[in-house]
């Protein structure tokens, strides 16, 4: 990630120089001219010195999320504008390049303007801007007495990101509301270490479900992106994170499976430690968890990283009908409008956020209730899960 900073700020940079163009035909006045530059200089800078300093990033993480933050406010809307831009220098090749024209460069600040308003406000309320994803999903093989059995999904949590009490409890009231009769939480509780859980405790233990509250651990609650004094610490940690989960009511899966009776009838619920493709960590381990589920079990799992499911799901010797997972956090920016939907995520994950289904199974991808990096969520909003189980 280092070695690829110089390029984004440069690059940053060299679209900042062709979108000033479109400032300079409107305005001469100096203090904006000025200001223009001043504000992405010292940005850039600061990014620079902060991720290229030996360990820097690592103790101020909060510091490098700003300073990435302020940059996005900055490039993001004028990249959307300089299409317009390159499409008027197209026509000026063929015109003799005359000077720019003003009504073209106030329809590129306009067209600007709109991406920096919407990522005002994912920056500033979309953190906790909740949205209630409903499914309903039919399976031939479902139990009987499972038929509008309903199921909230949670994940990535990241507890250590949260500063408002108020937007946390907002999202605690609208999980309960749904009024599912199972709750389960697919990974990330925390960002690094277990005591950033301590403050929200009392919050997350208010969950309610009727049938239990289940949960599986995601890359980021083993501490494996900090520095430990010692692998006893490190060890201590995660120790102590086990016992937060059951602190606040979920019963912690790891590789293992249970049974969720209802009605004399049954349905295996089973739970993998963190699986990911890449540089992630494979604690999971599916063979182990469903080593004492009957044959003819009807099979959910929770399991953090969507590429699991291609990896290893999909073919596994036992019929996994239902995938939960998160991870994603859909980037926390993007577009999903009338059915249309992108990430940059997409480029990284096949399956980054809702559903899908292959060979009769299905995986559905949370974008996460809480947020990391980037201090707020732009157009992939902070998500709760509710899935209807159907017969049919």
Known sequence: MKQR??????????????????????????????????????????????ALSSGLSRKFPALISFLMTLMLISFI???????????EDITRLFRGFPPRSTWV??????????PFVGLLFGLTHGRHYYQVKKETLRFADLPDAFEGFTITQLSDIHSGSFSSEKGVEKGIAL??????????????????????????????????????????LGNHDYGDYMKWESK?????????????????GFRLLLNEAVTIEKDGQHI???????????????????????????????RILMSHD??????????????????LAGHTHGMQFGIELFGFKWSPIK???????????????????????????????????????VITLMKG
């Open 5 to 50: 900073i110089p390029f984004i700020v440069a690059l940053w940079l060299l679209i900042d120089l062709y979108f000033f163009q479109a400032v300079q035909t409107l305005t001469a006045n100096h203090f904006i001219l000025w200001g223009y530059w001043l504000y992405d200089l010292l940005t850039g800078t600061a990014i620079l010195y902060v």
């Open 77 to 87: 809307p004028k990249l959307c504008a300089i299409p317009i831009l390159l499409l």
């Open 105 to 114: 460069s106030e329809l590129a600040l306009i067209i600007a303007a709109i």
């Open 175 to 216: 999980v309960n509301e749904q009024n599912s009769d199972l709750i389960l939480f697919t990974g990330d509780l925390v960002n690094n270490r277990a005591t950033e859980m301590d403050p929200w405790i009392p919050a997350f233990s208010t969950l309610k479900a009727s049938y239990g509250k289940f949960s599986v």
């Open 232 to 248: 006893g610490h490190k060890q201590a940690n995660l120790t102590r994170l086990k016992k937060v989960h059951q602190e606040i």
């Open 268 to 298: 295996a619920l089973i739970g993998v430690e963190n699986w990911g493709k890449g540089g992630f960590h494979k604690y999971g381990d599916l063979d182990k968890a469903t080593a004492n589920v009957p044959e003819d079990a009807f």
């Open 306 to 323: 969507p590429s699991h499911w291609d990896a290893i799901t999909l073919d596994h010797e036992h019929h996994i009908h239902l995938t």
């Open 347 to 385: 480029y990284v994950y096949r399956q980054w956020a809702g559903l899908y289904q292959k060979n009769g199974k299905y995986l559905y991808v949370n974008r996460g209730f809480g947020f990391l990096g980037l201090k707020g969520r732009v157009g992939i909003w902070p998500e709760i899960t």
